[in-house]
């Protein structure tokens, strides 16, 4: 193999396909964020994990949406919040929202290694909120386990793996996850964590707590202040979950609706071949008041 790149190193280089080979671009400002690899603090809220979630279908060209997705790794909270394309500022501009909808303040924020994170656009975000900011191993996505937990269950599951580049589908996206989406997971959806962890003779036995929801947790956190407490009380007994699922199964069904009259496929019936993998039919059975997600 060696001998062959020798003998196309020309043409290789011609055509850009050594690129994989190619140093870093800007080395330098990942040498500046650390690299953190576990050792959480699972009883202090406002350590955030975040990864971006791409939906564009079977091709990747163009312009279509992506969901910056954020999950706190001692409650479980987690807040969506979708763009059109993955550019710097916006996924800046993205993750500032979602941090002021959490009910605590940020105080770690840890993507993986993909630029639209690693950049000195959130760099300084973080640096000027005061946030430490840190970043996980190349291919290790393990390292950010607790937010691909929810990419599956809140994102993947609800939405599926369509192709969204509409801003008709980028707003009902937004809608669900600002809105009785976001809810309904923090409010109502338990989450069992892991206790401990012991190897037997090349056995793993896990233990789990009690199953509770983000919302739980957080009132059960002493670094939680009274008054924020109080202010999540009060929403918790606003809220009907039977409501919001009800909202949240006619949200799912308008986005398919609204992409398949984009493909051409006029008022389709939700019955097609295409809604399994839209997430809706799956999400049905997910969406129940029992434990689907383990951290």
Same mark, same amino acid.
């Given at each position: 193999m060696r001998t062959i790149d020798r003998a196309l190193r020309r043409q290789k280089? +011609?055509?850009?396909?050594?690129?994989?080979y190619s140093r870093k671009r800007n080395p330098l400002i990942y040498q500046r964020i650390p690299v953190k690899a576990g050792g959480w603090d699972r009883s202090l809220p406002g350590q955030v994990q975040v990864d971006l979630v791409e939906h564009c279908g079977q091709s990747a060209s163009g312009l279509y949406v992506n969901t910056v997705s954020s999950c706190d790794v001692a409650s479980g909270w987690w807040e969506g919040e979708a763009i059109l394309g993955s550019?710097?500022?916006?996924?800046?501009?993205?993750?500032?929202? +979602?941090?002021?909808?959490? $009910?605590?303040?940020?105080?770690?924020?840890? $993507?993986?290694?993909?630029?639209s994170f690693i950049n000195w656009h959130l760099f300084s975000y973080c640096e000027a909120e005061g946030i430490e900011f840190s970043r996980s191993r190349p291919y290790k996505k393990n390292d950010n386990n607790f937010v691909?937990?929810?990419?599956?269950?809140?994102i993947r599951g609800v939405i599926g793996h369509l192709r969204y580049d509409t801003e008709k589908e980028l707003a009902?996206?937004?809608s669900l996850y600002r809105g009785e989406l976001g809810l309904y997971k923090n409010f109502f959806q338990p989450v069992m964590k892991l206790k401990e962890k012991i190897r037997d003779k090349g056995k793993v036995h896990r233990k789990y707590d009690t199953p509770k929801t983000p919302y739980q947790r957080l009132m059960e956190s002493e670094r939680i202040s009274e008054d924020?407490?109080?202010?999540?009380?009060?929403?918790?007994?606003?809220?009907?979950?039977a409501e919001l699922k009800r909202k949240i199964d006619e949200k799912i069904h308008r986005l398919f609706k609204v992409?398949?009259?984009?493909?051409?496929?006029?008022? +389709?019936?939700p019955s097609k071949k295409q809604t399994p993998r839209?997430?809706?039919?799956?999400?049905?059975f997910n969406g129940r008041t029992t434990p689907t997600s383990v951290t």
């Open positions: 280089e +011609a055509l850009h396909l050594n690129r994989k550019g710097k500022e916006r996924t800046r501009d993205a993750l500032d929202r +979602a941090r002021k909808r959490m $009910p605590f303040r940020w105080i770690h924020a840890h $993507p993986d290694n993909d630029s691909e937990q929810k990419n599956s269950t809140h009902l996206i937004n924020t407490k109080e202010k999540l009380t009060k929403l918790y007994q606003s809220l009907n979950p992409y398949e009259e984009k493909n051409g496929g006029g008022e +389709a019936s839209l997430g809706a039919k799956s999400y049905l």
